[in-house]
């Protein structure tokens, strides 16, 4: 058999113990996905076990390279819309980005650089031409209001910003499955590379709670609009009438209801600032189609916020962002 022929040197102690920890949870598929070098194609499989995950490789295993999602997907589709939980943490360290020119150092130096990481990676896969490190959880995480998309993004991008990992952050992500064959495509044989088996380093490390990666968390720049001043008159204190007019649209709305856990300060922020509460209370108070005369009297009223004591130009800054965030 040669380079591409379908189940050349498949590892499946490698593969077993890997996708075991990938195990998606009931009602959720593991993504699959065979990139064949050079060409466009990639076929994609959706399993609901792991045996059946492993049924798929062994067919496609030296015949393309196996790439599974990093995170469970909630429907037969690759797109981050379809990721409802997350695993674990990951970066993926690039021998050819860190030493162009010297392999042996660039895998040294990634070595090292895991070694000093003050979290220890619970999995370490040698890909063929790099690394990749998985800080598994405890158990895997229902994306919401507390752990949102973007925070899970933001821990893999601050990993990858300590650490000079490559930008895999995005929770659609698809990474190389050990215990299979690396076939480069015609770029990378240019360079130098040659079929190699990606293999687990390390499969027993410690798990962790996502709580403490939050120091390192990195979020983009919000992209922000000029917000021109409304032009509704400013309360010095709440009407009460739309005060009481607004509590019986929460009683419509719900206790699940977003404004309403808002309005109650049961909602996990970013910004837990008087003024955060603000301008959460005011983008939820914009989508459920509120005037801003009633929003900047609710503000006035909000025990979270800065009530009373915001002047003129706070509420008017806050009421104006709110609306061009919409």
Same mark, same amino acid.
């Given at each position: 058999?040669?380079?591409?022929?379908?189940?050349?040197?498949?590892?499946?102690?490698?593969?077993?113990?890997?996708?075991?920890?990938?195990?998606?949870?009931?009602?959720?598929?593991?993504?699959?996905?065979?990139?064949?070098?050079?060409?466009?194609?990639?076929?994609?499989?959706?399993?609901?076990?792991?045996?059946?995950?492993?049924?798929?490789?062994?067919?496609?295993?030296?015949?393309?390279?196996?790439?599974?999602?990093?995170?469970?997907?909630?429907?037969?589709?690759?797109?981050?819309?379809?990721?409802?939980?997350?695993?674990?943490?990951?970066?993926?360290?690039?021998?050819?980005?860190?030493?162009?020119?010297?392999?042996?150092?660039?895998?040294?130096?990634?070595?090292?650089?895991?070694?000093?990481?003050?979290?220890?990676?619970?999995?370490?896969?040698?890909?063929?031409?790099?690394?990749?490190?998985?800080?598994?959880?405890?158990?895997?995480?229902?994306?919401?209001?507390?752990?949102?998309?973007?925070?899970?993004?933001?821990?893999?991008?601050?990993?990858?910003?300590?650490?000079?990992?490559?930008? !895999?952050?995005?929770? /659609? %992500? $698809? =990474?190389?499955?050990? #215990?299979?064959?690396?076939? @480069?495509? +015609?770029? &990378?044989?240019?360079?130098?590379? !040659?079929?190699?088996? /990606? %293999? $687990? =380093?390390?499969?027993? #490390?410690?798990?962790?709670? @996502?709580? +403490?990666? &939050?120091?390192?968390?990195?979020?983009?720049?919000?992209?922000?609009?000029?917000?021109?001043?409304?032009?509704?008159?400013?309360?010095?204190?709440?009407?009460?009438?739309?005060?009481?007019?607004?509590?019986?649209?929460?009683?419509?709305?719900?206790?699940?209801?977003?404004?309403?856990?808002?309005?109650?300060?049961?909602?996990?922020?970013?910004?837990?600032?008087?003024?955060?509460?603000?301008?959460?209370?005011?983008?939820?108070?914009?989508?459920?189609?509120?005037?801003?005369?009633?929003?900047?009297?609710?503000?006035?009223?909000?025990?979270?916020?800065?009530?009373?004591?915001?002047?003129?130009?706070?509420?008017?800054?806050?009421?104006?962002?709110?609306?061009?965030?919409?």
């Amino acid at each position: 058999m040669d380079a591409f022929s379908p189940g050349l040197n498949l590892n499946g102690q490698d593969l077993l113990a890997f996708l075991q920890r990938l195990s998606p949870p009931i009602d959720q598929f593991l993504e699959i996905r065979i990139v064949v070098p050079d060409v466009h194609s990639a076929p994609q499989f959706f399993c609901t076990t792991v045996a059946d995950a492993i049924e798929v490789i062994e067919r496609w295993n030296g015949r393309g390279n196996v790439y599974v999602g990093a995170c469970p997907r909630s429907r037969r589709s690759g797109n981050r819309e379809a990721v409802t939980f997350v695993l674990a943490a990951w970066v993926d360290l690039d021998f050819h980005q860190i030493d162009g020119t010297d392999r042996e150092r660039a895998e040294g130096v990634a070595r090292e650089r895991l070694t000093q990481f003050p979290f220890p990676p619970t999995v370490l896969v040698f890909t063929g031409n790099g690394i990749q490190a998985w800080w598994f959880f405890h158990s895997p995480i229902r994306i919401s209001d507390e752990y949102p998309a973007g925070k899970f993004e933001a821990i893999d991008r601050g990993i990858a910003k300590v650490l000079g990992g490559d930008a !895999v952050h995005d929770l /659609a %992500r $698809l =990474l190389r499955v050990p #215990g299979t064959r690396n076939l @480069p495509d +015609a770029k &990378k044989r240019a360079r130098g590379c !040659v079929p190699v088996m /990606a %293999r $687990l =380093l390390i499969d027993d #490390g410690p798990t962790h709670d @996502p709580c +403490a990666f &939050k120091k390192m968390e990195v979020w983009p720049p919000r992209k922000t609009k000029r917000a021109s001043a409304i032009s509704v008159e400013l309360p010095t204190r709440p009407n009460d009438e739309v005060v009481d007019e607004f509590l019986r649209l929460l009683e419509r709305l719900g206790e699940g209801h977003v404004l309403t856990r808002t309005w109650k300060g049961q909602r996990t922020l970013r910004d837990t600032s008087r003024s955060g509460w603000d301008m959460a209370l005011a983008n939820q108070l914009y989508r459920a189609g509120v005037g801003e005369d009633m929003i900047a009297h609710i503000l006035r009223a909000f025990p979270r916020g800065r009530g009373p004591a915001g002047t003129d130009d706070y509420l008017r800054r806050t009421v104006a962002n709110a609306r061009t965030s919409r």
